[in-house]
């Protein structure tokens, strides 16, 4: 049986389209779409990175040591640098990816950025051990199809975290009762990722000494589509309404600039009512005694 396999798929990808938002987002839906979604992850992003920068700063920690995981386009590496350094801190940053292309553009735009080309799906868990006090991992996780790929990244991340530090990932993560997601077996998944339940991801970061500190709406639906629902119901309509915008609205710039304002609007409004049903911003930090389970 051939396993699916989806790293040439980023190589390439990133060959293409360097530095463009789309490779890391929507690649055929408009890159004004792609600017409001990131726009909406950005707001969350930060307002999580303010609560452990708070949180840092009690340990008396200003200079600080960040990874991040499967850096893409290099979006939320700069963007970490430029909110963590406007915050008095000395900053030590790595950016780590699969894709030679992809660390390139990183390495162009921000020279200051320390790059790293490594397979996270097969990289020792412990390579990087208590190495750095923030990991994050902004959706890539669900990019690995791959069981035992997944796992292995996942444990790459929580050991590199330092002792009191923080881990937050930006990922498609299951907590509501309805996905169809859970019915998709992993060979036919022709896209770019497969959305996992929480439970499962926490199961495993909780054994390697984490625990949750927040987690919180990354954006709605309405920017990024929906992956789950409180019940079918619910879900339905939510694709229904997201497959219309990108039939009808997404794939023109000039659509999507005439109505962002009101884009804008939903989307606040779905996440400050919990019915975003898209990605989430989860938070962890590394308790001072290690690993919490065998």
Same mark, same amino acid.
């Given at each position: 049986?051939?396993?699916?396999?989806?790293?040439?798929?980023?190589?390439?990808?990133?060959?293409?389209?360097?530095?463009?938002?789309?490779?890391?987002?929507?690649?055929?839906?408009?890159?004004?779409?792609?600017?409001?979604?990131?726009?909406?992850?950005?707001?969350?992003?930060?307002?999580?990175?303010?609560?452990?920068?708070? *949180?840092?700063?009690?340990?008396?920690?200003?200079?600080?040591?960040?990874?991040?995981? @499967?850096?893409?386009?290099?979006?939320?590496?700069?963007?970490?640098?430029?909110?963590?350094?406007?915050?008095?801190?000395?900053?030590?940053?790595?950016?780590?990816?699969?894709?030679?292309?992809?660390?390139?553009?990183?390495?162009?735009?921000?020279?200051?950025?320390?790059?790293?080309?490594?397979?996270?799906?097969?990289?020792?868990?412990?390579?990087?051990?208590?190495?750095?006090?923030?990991?994050?991992?902004?959706?890539?996780?669900?990019?690995?199809?791959?069981?035992? @790929?997944?796992?292995?990244?996942?444990? !790459?991340?929580?050991?590199?975290?330092?002792?009191?530090?923080?881990?937050?990932?930006?990922?498609?993560?299951?907590?509501?009762?309805?996905?169809? !997601?859970?019915?998709?077996?992993?060979?036919?998944?022709?896209?770019?990722?497969?959305?996992?339940?929480?439970?499962?991801?926490?199961?495993?970061?909780?054994? *390697? @000494?984490?625990?949750?500190?927040?987690?919180?709406?990354?954006?709605? !639906?309405?920017?990024?589509?929906?992956? *789950?629902? *409180?019940?079918?119901?619910?879900?339905? /309509?939510?694709?229904?309404?997201?497959?219309?915008?990108?039939?009808?609205?997404?794939?023109?710039?000039?659509?999507?600039?005439?109505?962002?304002?009101?884009?804008?609007?939903?989307?606040?409004?779905?996440?400050?009512?919990?019915?975003?049903?898209?990605?989430? /911003?989860?938070?962890?930090?590394?308790?001072?005694?290690?690993?919490?389970?065998?």
């Amino acid at each position: 049986m051939t396993r699916y396999n989806n790293k040439s798929y980023w190589k390439e990808l990133h060959a293409r389209w360097p530095s463009k938002l789309g490779t890391v987002g929507h690649p055929h839906l408009s890159e004004a779409l792609n600017r409001l979604k990131y726009q909406s992850e950005t707001k969350t992003f930060l307002g999580s990175l303010h609560e452990v920068d708070k *949180e840092l700063k009690k340990t008396g920690r200003l200079s600080l040591s960040v990874l991040d995981i @499967g850096a893409g386009n290099g979006y939320w590496t700069e963007l970490i640098w430029s909110a963590l350094s406007q915050e008095g801190h000395q900053i030590r940053l790595a950016a780590l990816d699969i894709s030679l292309d992809a660390l390139s553009a990183i390495r162009q735009k921000s020279p200051f950025v320390e790059t790293i080309q490594e397979d996270v799906t097969a990289i020792d868990p412990c390579h990087f051990q208590h190495s750095f006090d923030l990991v994050i991992a902004c959706y890539c996780l669900h990019h690995l199809v791959d069981v035992e @790929g997944f796992l292995n990244a996942l444990r !790459f991340a929580c050991n590199s975290v330092n002792s009191g530090g923080f881990l937050i990932i930006i990922d498609p993560v299951l907590t509501l009762p309805f996905s169809r !997601f859970d019915v998709l077996d992993f060979a036919s998944f022709q896209g770019n990722g497969i959305p996992r339940h929480l439970y499962l991801i926490e199961d495993v970061i909780q054994k *390697e @000494g984490l625990g949750r500190v927040r987690i919180d709406p990354a954006v709605s !639906f309405i920017l990024n589509g929906n992956i *789950e629902g *409180e019940t079918k119901v619910a879900y339905e /309509v939510a694709d229904m309404i997201w497959r219309t915008l990108c039939k009808f609205v997404y794939k023109s710039q000039t659509s999507v600039q005439a109505i962002s304002g009101l884009l804008v609007i939903l989307d606040e409004a779905l996440k400050r009512l919990n019915l975003a049903y898209s990605s989430k /911003v989860c938070v962890y930090r590394k308790s001072p005694g290690g690993a919490m389970g065998g």
